[in-house]
Every structure is written in C-alpha cells, then in structure tokens.
C-alpha cells in the first residue's frame, strides 16, 4: 500500500471522529489568549496518542511526530485555536455555548483537522522519515499576534524545521476543493487610531468653534490621495475607515472626533513611507484649520508570502491527491493573517481549504454571525495535509 492510500483510508476512517472535534471545539469557543479549555482539548489528544509536546506563548501547544525511518528533516503544520467576539446566528447542535464569543473564521475547522493529521502521522510513523511539527497556535485575531509569539519562544527551533504549511478555510470555494497561490498572498496590516482636537460649542455659532468634524472630514478625503496619488498604481493598497465617533449632536459642535482604520499592502518599504505621509498629512490638515491631530499607528502583521519553490511543490501535491480539477488558482488576498510572520523567517505555504455550500448554506463570509462549514471540508483537510508533509519529507 502506498503513502497516499494509507493516508485517504485512515482518514476515511477517522472522519466522523474529526467532525466530533470540529463541533466540540466550535461549542467551545474561547478568545484569543484565554484559549485554556481548547488547549487543555488538545492536549489530551495528544497524551491519549503518546505525542510529546510542550506548551508555548501561555495557552499554545507544539507537538513531535518523529518517524521511524533515518531522515534530519522537520517539516512544521500550523493550526490557529482562538475565537472572534461575534455573536453566533446558526441554530445547530453544536452552536457556541458562549454567548457573543463564535468560531467565525473557521479557526476550530483548524484545529480539529491538524488534531486529524496528527492521529494519521502518528499510525504511519513506521512509514515515514523525518520529524513533523504540530504548531497549535493561540491569538491570531488580535495584535501582536499569537505566531510572533511563539516565534519569539522558539517555536521554530530545536528542531529547526525547513518549512511550514497552514491552511484556512474559504467558503467562496466549493467542498472537496482547495486554492494554492506562490509568491506574495496576503496584505500587511496596521491599525489607525486618530484623534481630532477641535473646539466644541453651539452648532448655530461656529465662528466661535473649532470644528473637529469638519476638520476629520477634510482628513478622511485627503488621505485616500496617499493611494491614489502616492501609491504605485501596480501595488495594491487599501486604506479604510470603519468607525468616527464624534458625540455630539444636532446642535453641538464636540471637542474632538475620534476615527479608526486600516491601512494594507504588500510591499514593507511602501507600508512604512506610507504610515509616515498619512501622519504628516493628517497633522497639517488639522493645524491649517485651527485644531490638531494625534495619529497614532498599531503596526500589525507584515504581509504573507508563499515561497515559490514550496508552494508550487504543495499545489502538486494537492493535484496528486486530489485529482487536478479541485486544485485551483488563487489572486492576491487584502485580508491579513499572522501566518504572515512565518513566512517572513522559514520557507512557508499558506492554501485555503474550500467549505462553501450553496445548498446546505455555508457560503457566508467569515467574521460573519452566520459562518459555517460543509463538514464534507473534513473529508480531505486532514489527509490532505499529512500528505503534503510527507512528500515535503522526501516520503
């Protein structure tokens, strides 16, 4: 029997048992950095398999899987564990128990298919050579990020592996299929918190105000022209403003005006000029109207970049296993991910595991209250992986 059949008839075989992860952990969601019940799960799956692991970054776990064949290569897979505070909309069996915290970005699809991969590497390790990393990885929702963590303790060391694999769920792709994209993949992503000082007073005499709403007006305009007017038109660059707090009222002028937003690209000399500009504007804009500004700068993930050599192998791995009609192409993403910072330090292949179904109504967006999966997803999430790793080994 090759590899690949041992892999597709043991994860046949444990499909109902990771569709039983999935929905545990799915109704059991926690947030980021107080993933302790969901580390504690996946803990004792790995002592129930005689994985060692250690624990990391406070709630993370990085299990071994050694085979028995002579090989020094280690190759490393990737699960995020953490929950968004969305209140969930699904009326299933398995909805979250915990009220306005939801698995809405597939995170417990993640976890409990690398939980399946590590159960198939952990029968086959008379088969294989080499070393596989389990990374069972906490906070990748929320700034700094869960994988700059445990980089910073030493997740990719001791052993050093040579590559690391993610995958995440896409629901805009059809069950039973998967994406693949080499080189630069997904945005950098920094958070903009500013602060317009005016002068408030009553709305029917602004000669006798400073007006921070009409200054931060000015501010949100004039900063669209740091991407249309100073951005390469072939780098891709967005920059939005989803919230302006101002608190006053009809007749109330307020002292200040509070805005936030996103600033996103792909080129980290761009992303730190551009932070730089849109301070330098924002500032004068405020000045020039009588106000001021403070503008400060959550500097986020860098961007993500699939290395081209690995990611290409990876996608010939997929068409292997599973036929080269549910292997496609994928165009660069503006979303962001903290899988980032791992591509920025070792070879890495980040793919997107389709979970979308019309008919059964898993086609919703992400961070969306109604988000869920064509459990079918877990069918080849698993298997898939391991094979990926395996052949990566030189298996």
């Not at 629901?171 to 997904?186: E, H, N, Q, W």
């Amino acid at each position: 029997m090759t590899i690949k059949e041992q892999i597709q008839q043991l994860s046949t075989a444990i499909f109902e048992q990771v569709v039983g992860y999935r929905q545990h952990i799915h109704a059991n969601p926690e947030l980021s950095f107080k993933e302790f019940e969901t580390s504690a799960y996946i803990r004792k799956h790995l002592e129930e398999w005689d994985i060692p692991y250690t624990e990391m970054a406070n709630t993370g776990v990085v299990g071994l899987i050694t085979g028995e064949l002579p090989s020094d290569k280690v190759i490393a897979l990737r699960a995020d564990i953490d929950a968004l505070p969305i209140l969930e909309a699904n009326e299933k069996p398995y909805t979250s128990k915990n009220p306005g915290v939801m698995h809405a970005c597939g995170h417990d699809v993640h976890s409990s298919s690398l939980l399946g991969t590590a159960f198939i590497l952990n029968s086959m390790k008379a088969s294989f050579g080499g070393t596989v990393k389990l990374i069972f990885q906490p906070a990748e929702e929320v700034l700094p990020g869960g994988a700059s963590i445990m980089i910073k303790e030493g997740v990719l060391e001791n052993p050093k592996p040579q590559a690391i694999i993610g995958q995440h769920v896409m629901p805009l792709i059809d069950a039973g299929k998967v994406g693949f994209r080499s080189g630069i993949y997904m945005a950098s992503t920094d958070e903009l918190y500013v602060t317009v000082h005016g002068k408030g007073g009553h709305g029917a005499q602004p000669q006798q105000n400073i007006d921070p709403v009409l200054i931060t007006a000015h501010i949100i305009v004039a900063l669209q022209q740091i991407v249309s007017r100073n951005a390469d038109p072939r780098l891709p660059t967005v920059l939005s403003f989803g919230k302006v707090q101002a608190n006053g009222a009809t007749n109330i002028i307020p002292n200040e005006v509070k805005l936030e937003g996103t600033f996103r690209t792909l080129n980290e000399e761009w992303r730190k000029e551009a932070k730089v500009l849109m301070k330098k504007m924002a500032e004068g804009i405020a000045e020039s109207m009588g106000g001021s500004c403070d503008f400060n700068i959550m500097d986020g993930y860098p961007f993500l970049i699939n290395e081209e050599q690995l990611s290409n192998a990876a996608k010939g791995y997929a068409e292997d296993y599973l036929g080269k009609e549910n292997v496609l192409d994928l165009d660069i993403w503006m979303a962001a991910e903290d899988f980032a910072y791992y591509s920025q330090v070792t070879d890495a292949c980040f793919y997107r595991l389709g979970t979308g179904n019309k008919e059964k109504g898993t086609s919703y967006s992400v961070h969306t209250p109604n988000f869920d999966i064509d459990e079918d997803a877990l069918k080849l999430s698993t298997g898939l992986m391991a094979y990926i790793a395996l052949r990566q080994l030189g298996n």
